[in-house]
C-alpha cells in the first residue's frame, strides 16, 4: 500500500491550495484519510480527518478555512486549503488507515510530505 500526495507549493497569503492523496495497492477497505502537518521546530499535528462515511474533524486553527473530502471509488482524499496564512506554511503530510489485503485490521500509513509555504 502506497500513499501519493501531490499539491504542495508556493502560495501568497489570501491564496488557495488544493492538496491530493491517492492510495494505492492491495486494499480491502480504507477506513479514514487525513492530513497532518509539521512546520519547523514544531510537532507535527493532525489538520483534518474524514472517515469513510464522510464524517470530517480539523483542527481549530483551520476551521473554516479548509474542507477535507474523499473520492471512495478513487481512494482519495483532497484538502481545500483557502484563506492561506504564514503559519500554515508546514510539510504536509497525508496519512490513511487502511486494511490491506492479506492482513487482519487496519494499519496506518503515511504519504511522503509535500511542502506548503505561505508567503508574500
Known amino acids: 500500500v502506497q500513499l501519493q500526495a501531490s499539491g504542495g507549493g508556493l502560495v501568497q497569503p489570501g491564496g488557495s491550495l488544493t492538496l491530493s492523496c491517492a492510495a494505492s495497492g492491495s486494499i480491502v477497505v480504507i477506513a479514514a484519510m487525513g492530513w497532518y502537518r509539521q512546520a519547523p521546530g514544531k510537532e507535527r499535528e493532525l489538520v483534518a480527518d474524514?472517515?469513510?462515511?464522510?464524517?470530517?474533524k480539523y483542527a481549530d486553527s483551520v476551521k473554516g478555512r479548509f474542507s477535507i473530502s474523499r473520492d471512495n471509488a478513487k481512494n482519495t482524499v483532497y484538502l481545500q486549503m483557502n484563506s492561506l496564512k504564514p503559519e500554515d506554511t508546514a510539510v504536509y503530510y497525508c496519512?490513511?488507515?487502511?486494511?490491506?489485503?492479506?492482513?487482519?485490521?487496519?494499519?496506518?500509513?503515511w504519504g511522503k510530505g509535500t511542502l506548503v509555504t505561505v508567503s508574500s
Open positions: 496519512n490513511a488507515r487502511i486494511w490491506p489485503q492479506g492482513l487482519s485490521g487496519n494499519r496506518e500509513y
Open positions: 474524514i472517515n469513510r462515511g464522510g464524517n470530517s
